[in-house]
């Protein structure tokens, strides 16, 4: 048993060496790490020279273009600001406080329940249904982890990296009765939009650490599955019901998604509330293998670069 634990030590301190390692590489040399992912996942050369794919255009765009703006909207406090400053103050969630260190968090006038986000993590929320219950002090430590951690240089994401840590938490959403109906979790709806124009929905149900079911629908809501690979972490969804004010839904991620060429906007929906999540500029790190290659090949024929 002690001879085990020793390996699983050593092994831990080699990844940790390892992440270090290729983490420096991306700082330096991000497009390097990009390209050596992209043969890894894809088997052969990102094509930056002249993209065509929906994967391409992403790595394009985030290797030889300004993204400032990605790090401020990816950054899960200042991207509020954005939000305020397209007129949709309405669908921020509720929240509760913003913290440096999160030793300085007072848990105490906090409500029994809510959810706590890193600005800069990536699913590493944390869900508290009842704050009486909650080991606080291990909630704190986990913060601590994560608040120095640095996001996105092991994966040439260099917008990720520049964001701010720090702690925010908000009101917890729970799914209404309808939607509880189709799926365990909130449902997520990430609604794809190329040049301003929302193209596609990728609903998101029944998510847990380690998968969720996916489909992905039109803007008329007609079903997609023929668009997507899945696998054992993301599984066919069944159909839900579309949305009563889908294109409410879409008008929102349409005003959000004006000035670029491609984000994915990811909205919540809750007895008709429509509840802003996050804007996301580099899906998977632009190397999503969980499309087809004729939805890849499609939706970047929809992304002008000009």
């Given at each position: 048993m002690y001879e085990r634990k020793g390996i699983l030590s050593d092994m831990a301190v080699l990844k940790n060496l390892i992440k270090k390692v290729v983490s420096s590489i991306g700082k330096k040399h991000p497009e390097l790490i990009i390209r050596i992912r992209y043969w890894?996942?894809?088997?052969?050369?990102?094509?930056?020279?002249?993209?065509?794919?929906?994967?391409?255009?992403i790595q394009y765009l985030s290797l030889r273009t300004d993204t400032s703006e990605w790090t401020r909207l990816s950054d899960k406090y200042q991207v509020r600001d954005y939000v305020r400053e397209c007129g949709l103050e309405q669908i921020l969630n509720t929240l509760y406080g913003v913290w440096d260190n999160a030793e300085d968090i007072d848990f105490g006038p906090l409500p029994d329940s809510f959810v706590i986000k890193t600005t800069?993590?990536?699913?590493?929320?944390?869900?508290?249904?009842?704050?009486?219950?909650?080991?606080l002090e291990q909630i704190r430590k986990k913060l601590n982890n994560?608040?120095?951690?640095?996001?996105?240089?092991?994966?040439?994401?260099?917008?990720y990296s520049r964001i701010k840590p720090r702690v925010v938490i908000e009101e917890l959403l729970d799914n209404d009765e309808e939607s509880a109906k189709y799926s365990t979790s909130l449902i997520d709806y990430k609604i794809w939009c190329f040049n301003g124009m929302a193209s596609y929905i990728w609903a998101c149900t029944d998510r847990t650490h380690s998968g969720t079911k996916v489909m992905t629908y039109d803007t008329e809501w007609n079903a997609h599955p023929e668009y997507s690979v899945?696998?054992?972490?993301?599984?066919r969804d069944g159909l839900i019901p579309k949305p009563a004010n889908l294109s409410?839904?879409?008008?929102?991620?349409?005003?959000?998604?004006?000035?670029?060429?491609?984000?994915?906007?990811?909205?919540?929906?809750?007895a008709g509330r429509v509840v802003f999540g996050e804007m996301t500029f580099t899906s998977l790190g632009g190397l999503m293998d969980f499309y087809t290659d004729h939805f890849l090949q499609m939706t970047g024929d929809m992304i002008s670069l000009k």
């Open positions: 890894l996942r894809f088997h052969k050369k990102l094509n930056l020279d002249n993209p065509q794919t929906l994967n391409e255009k800069h993590g990536s699913g590493d929320a944390m869900i508290v249904r009842d704050k009486a219950c909650a080991d994560t608040l120095h951690e640095t996001y996105g240089l092991s994966e040439g994401n260099l917008h899945f696998n054992s972490h993301y599984m409410g839904m879409l008008e929102i991620a349409e005003k959000l998604a004006a000035p670029f060429p491609v984000v994915r906007v990811d909205l919540y929906n809750i």
